[in-house]
């Protein structure tokens, strides 16, 4: 089989089906029509005359097209239905959405922020979402599935071809929904194995900074001062801010407590010029350590 993954073929085949059969009726019913107009003119038929029903018509362009929609049906059903359809063998990975990044977590622990899968091997992902509705899709791989909140979706495939291919987001989540971008790479097993076991942290790297670039706090909190969604963490650490507190404003310190708190209950104090409900609690992924952690790199960030 060709393709980058085995479901190109089937969907591809279902495709080029659908857009023959548009175009062949495109063109045909196009030139029908022209040569209507011209054939049955007003000056070859000056008088109108009343046409009653043509049974043998009527049959004949009711059944030719519920057999060409059953031969579509047909060609798409047969490239989706082997979707659902998981070996036993194939290779679980978890898939994290958030706003507004992918990652990965391997059955060893690891974490990554593209996805490395090994050549020709099935590989299932778990496909997760920590707040809203996303959708992984893979176009080079012919797959895409929501990533709903509270069900757990899935999808598998074997990458047949090694190369980089693109993973969008495609259903809108907020603001930074066209950012929501990762990679799949697909890579000979031996090379798979030995990164499997590699650890992709850079060496000297803040433990806080490994933390933060886990969780994803970078697509919306900066760490060089630029303002996305929220405020960035450079400079932060000690300065005096405005809060909203519900509708009352108050001042405050950006200390540890201040830090805490917004880690785990973030809207109960949003800085002014900031919008609530865009960030959910870290209360269940985040450890006192890893917080504690958090809070000492944001502190080095002047
Ligand atoms: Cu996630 Cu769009």
Redesign the pocket.
Known sequence: MSGASNFVEGVDLSFVIILGASIFFLVGITIVMIYFVFRYRKKNNPTASHIHGNNKLEIIWTVIPTILVLIMFYFGWMGYKPMREVPDDAIPIKVY?Q??SWSYEYENGKISDKLVVPLDKPVKLDLISRDVV??FYIPAFRIKEDVVPGANNYMWFIGQEEGSYNVF??????ER?AY?LSTVEVIPEVEYLAWLERSDVPEGEHPGLTIIKRNACVSCHSLDGSKLVGPSFKGVYGITEVVLEGDTEVEITVDDEYIKSSISDPNAQVVKGYLPGLMISYKDQLSDEDVQQIIEYMKTLK
């Not at 987001?169 to 907020?174: I, L, N, Q, S, T």
């Open positions: 959405g706003m507004w996303h959708s987001c495609a259903e809108y989540c907020g929904h929501m």
